[in-house]
T-cell receptor, first 115, second 110 residues
Framework: GAGVSQSPRYKVAKRGQDVALRCDPI?????LFWYQQALGQGPEFLTY????????KSGLPSDRFFAERPEGSVSTLKIQRTQQEDSAVYLC?????????????FGPGTRLTVL | GIQVEQSPPDLILQEGANSTLRCNFS?????LQWFHQNPWGQLINLFY???GTKQNGRLSATTVATERYSLLYISSSQTTDSGVYFC????????????FGKGTHLIIQP
């Protein structure tokens, strides 16, 4: 597609359930980013991939959060044993990654609600 | 990491007014972007502007990298300009995560 897509758009989970959020970046984009946006706040960086390599995961809030991009294209963010504080919008972004100009483009996000 | 401060936090204007939104950075950035988050949560790219001045219709932006700030100008505001405006910066030439400000919530009244 022309832009970054994410699925599902909405996810409701019971506390303790595992969830998986998918991101399809713009075709040809090497770099892929995950962000978490709490209500009323700006997005916060979680993790970054260059192709299939996870180069920075400093923003992941706990070891319950895991991200992968096995073939260097689609990425999945997995949250194990969800907690209420995990409720947020999860945004994915991609950028070309090979030039000085590395503008990031964002998907529509997945709104996660943990009950 | 860098800190990003945006001002004002809230702004209410009448349709047709002009506005200036400011973004200050605690350290030098190599990637600076302005976004508009629409009511459905989509972040819309406005400008990629690590330095210099750019214009796109009624919107323009200026970044003074040496003084670590950026300005977003909106002229002749329309109700569709309402929403939250974010600036975000990155240190590593763009291939790293962005640090976002808390945003400016803009309301344009008819």
């Amino acid at each position: 597609g022309a832009g970054v897509s994410q699925s599902p758009r909405y996810k409701v989970a019971k506390r303790g359930q595992d969830v998986a959020l998918r991101c399809d970046p713009i075709s040809g984009h090497v770099s892929l980013f995950w962000y978490q946006q709490a209500l009323g706040q700006g997005p916060e960086f979680l993790t970054y991939f260059q192709n299939e390599a996870q180069l920075d995961k400093s923003g992941l809030p706990s070891d319950r959060f895991f991200a992968e991009r096995p073939e260097g294209s689609v990425s999945t963010l997995k949250i194990q044993r969800t907690q209420q504080e995990d409720s947020a919008v999860y945004l994915c972004a991609s950028s070309f990654g090979y030039s000085v100009h590395n503008e990031q483009f964002f998907g529509p996000g997945t709104r996660l609600t943990v009950l | 990491g860098i800190q990003v401060e945006q001002s004002p936090p809230d702004l209410i204007l009448q349709e047709g007014a002009n506005s200036t939104l400011r973004c200050n950075f605690s350290d030098s950035v190599n990637n600076l972007q302005w976004f508009h988050q629409n009511p459905w949560g989509q972040l819309i790219n406005l400008f990629y502007i690590p330095s210099g001045t750019k214009q796109n219709g009624r919107l323009s932006a200026t970044t003074v990298a040496t003084e670590r700030y950026s300005l977003l100008y909106i002229s002749s505001s329309q109700t569709t300009d309402s929403g939250v405006y974010f600036c975000a910066g990155g240190e590593g030439g763009g291939a790293d995560g962005l640090t976002f400000g808390k945003g400016t919530h803009l309301i344009i009244q008819p």
